[in-house]
């Protein structure tokens, strides 16, 4: 389900590629289960929901689309490995709020693994068979950053299950994208930031205007509990004590503008705020759910 605010005189929806069952220990990495299934409970696989949400923003350069899901190239194993057991979702979840995919304008991929990228493309064929593949978003252009471009085009034996060269390669075939290598201003009150760790040259997204903030935390922090505490990170994060630091440095940023985060594999809490608690910053749900697939 899709969900809708403003941020000062900017219009913004989080929208859904639906929940996925991940295991456990990808997401909390050393942390014992004991800890972390207090927070959420693990199926007798150590199986538990993971969502994939997207940030649309219509902005005054038209729409923006910070990352695209999973997609629909995948075959069919792949598929109901993933419980992805529908089409079009996020283009279901666009006609929600009002839009096409031929309305976006703009594509910001925070990095190119599979769950953030793969929607990026698509097969040129009505029932999603393969065949050529071209740009999902005809009308827009795309943006990634160099820096993780060339770990993706040169993945190590860790990496190479989740980079896949048919999410980005029409891309570059369409002359539909361009490569950043710095933080960028994409429209007013719209900007990316560097937020290494999870990848070498992963970016997040600000949304600010009249004096209200909004972070659209990626990889970064892609769980509330992984904000909450810092020795919290992802087996998925190939740099664990860079996204430590990072951390650290975006909690202070998100204190000090009481920025609305918004996470984006939480199965639970969708977005919140940080607050100071009685061991320091804690995350205060704002928008919550239920937390089963």
């Given amino acids: 389900m899709p969900y809708s605010f403003t941020v000062g005189s900017i219009r913004c929806h989080i929208l859904s590629d639906d929940k996925t069952p991940t295991d456990g220990g990808g997401f909390f990495g050393l942390i014992p ?4 299934q207090r ?3 693990p199926d007798e696989n150590n199986m538990i929901p993971s969502d994939t949400r997207v940030l649309l923003i219509e902005s005054d350069r038209g729409l923006i689309l910070v990352d695209t899901g999973y997609g629909d190239k995948m075959d069919a194993k792949v598929r ?12 279901r979840e666009l006609a929600m709020v009002g839009f096409k995919p031929e309305d976006v304008a703009h594509v910001i991929l925070t990095h190119y693994h599979g769950d953030h990228a793969g929607g990026a493309t698509r097969f040129d064929t009505p029932d999603h068979s393969p065949g050529r593949l071209i740009p999902t978003y005809a009308n827009a252009h795309y943006y990634g950053q160099g820096g993780d471009l060339a770990d993706a085009n040169n993945p190590n034996e860790r990496t190479a299950a989740t980079y896949h060269r048919d999410n980005w390669q029409p891309l570059f075939d369409a002359g539909k994208i361009t490569i950043l290598d710095q933080p960028t201003h994409f429209a007013h009150g719209v900007r990316t930031e560097f937020a290494p760790g999870h990848t070498a040259g992963l970016q997040i997204v600000w949304v600010e205007d009249g004096g209200e903030s909004l972070v659209f935390l990626g990889d970064s922090s892609n769980w509330a509990a992984h904000m909450n505490r810092l020795a919290w990170v992802p087996a998925f994060d190939i740099l664990p004590m860079v996204s430590i630091e990072t951390k650290r440095r975006l909690r202070q940023e998100i204190l000090q503008k009481d920025a609305l985060m918004v996470f984006q594999h939480d199965a639970n809490v969708v977005t919140g705020r940080l607050v100071e608690g009685k061991n320091g910053a804690e995350v205060k749900p704002v928008i919550v759910e239920e937390a089963s697939a």
Avoid at 33 to 36: A, D, G, M, Y
Avoid at 80 to 91: H, S
């Fill in 33 to 36: 289960r004991v800890l972390w």
């Fill in 80 to 91: 109901g490995r993933l419980g992805l057991n529908t089409t079009n979702r996020i283009e």
């Fill in 39 to 41: 927070m959420i409970q």
